[in-house]
C-alpha cells in the first residue's frame, strides 16, 4: 500500500525557532512537494524537489528551505518560525512520469 | 494571471442531482490533469485523471478536457451527501512534473 509519512500530526512552535518538517515515502517515487494549506487560499506549494538533491521553488518559498539528501526524505525547514507561518503543511509524493501524487496526513503547526 | 483558476463557490445542488465544477490553467504545455477530493480534516485524495481531449468516465464521475481552451471540469452525476467535500484541480506543468492546485471549490450535496 501507497505509504507517505510525516513525522508529526501536530506541532507548537515558538516564534524565532528553528522548525523541521520530515517527509517519508515508501514508492521510490522521484518527486516530493511540500505545500501549506490555509482556509480560502487553497493549496499553495512551497517547494518540490524532482529527484536527491534537486529542487525548484513553488509559489510560496519565502522563508522556507527544504532538504533531499535520500530519494525517500523530504525535509521543510522554517529557518526562523513567524506567527504567520502558522498552517497546515502537506507532504506529497509522485512518480514523474504518472504525476499524480499520494498525499501524507499533513502536520498542523503553530506557531506562538 | 494565476496558473490555475477554478469558479468560485461553494457550491449547492440537492441529491441526485449533476454537480459541475470547472477549471481553467495557463500553461498550455500541460499534459496532465487531476482532481482531487478532500474531505474536512483530511489529506486530499485523487479521484479522476485526464490526459488527452474529451471526455472520460469512471463511475458517476466524468472528467472533461479541452486543451485548446485550456479547460477543464468535472461531472458528478447522481450526486451524495457522501460527495459533499473540496475538489481541487490539479495539471501538471513543465519537465518535472511539477503538481500545482486551484484554490477548490466547496460542493454540498442536500439530502
Known amino acids: 500500500d501507497v505509504k507517505v509519512t510525516q513525522s508529526s500530526r501536530y506541532l507548537v512552535k515558538r516564534t524565532g525557532e528553528k522548525v523541521f518538517l520530515e517527509c517519508v515515502q515508501d514508492?521510490?517515487?522521484?518527486?516530493m512537494f511540500w505545500y501549506r494549506q490555509d482556509p480560502g487560499l487553497g493549496l499553495r506549494l512551497i517547494y518540490f524537489s524532482y529527484d536527491v538533491k534537486m529542487k525548484e521553488k513553488g509559489d510560496i518559498p519565502e522563508g522556507y528551505s527544504v532538504s533531499r539528501e535520500k530519494k525517500e526524505r523530504f525535509s521543510l525547514i522554517l529557518e526562523s518560525a513567524s506567527t504567520n507561518q502558522t498552517s497546515m503543511y502537506l507532504c506529497a509524493s509522485s512518480l514523474r512520469d504518472r504525476g499524480f501524487a499520494f498525499f501524507g496526513q499533513g502536520t498542523r503547526l503553530t506557531v506562538v | 494571471q494565476k496558473e490555475v483558476e477554478q469558479n468560485s463557490g461553494p457550491l449547492s445542488v440537492p441529491e441526485g442531482a449533476i454537480a459541475s465544477l470547472n477549471c481553467t490553467y495557463s500553461d498550455r504545455g500541460s499534459q496532465s490533469f487531476f482532481w482531487y477530493r478532500q474531505y474536512s480534516g483530511k489529506s486530499p485524495e485523487l479521484i479522476m485523471s485526464i490526459y488527452s481531449n474529451g471526455d472520460k468516465e469512471d463511475g458517476r464521475f466524468t472528467a472533461q478536457l479541452n486543451k485548446a481552451s485550456q479547460y477543464v471540469s468535472l461531472l458528478i452525476r447522481d450526486s451524495q451527501p457522501s460527495d459533499s467535500a473540496t475538489y481541487l484541480c490539479?495539471?501538471?506543468?513543465?519537465?518535472?512534473?511539477?503538481?500545482?492546485f486551484g484554490k477548490g471549490i466547496t460542493l454540498s450535496v442536500r439530502p
Open positions: 514508492m521510490d517515487h522521484e518527486n
Open positions: 490539479a495539471p501538471i506543468t513543465g519537465a518535472n512534473s511539477k503538481l500545482t
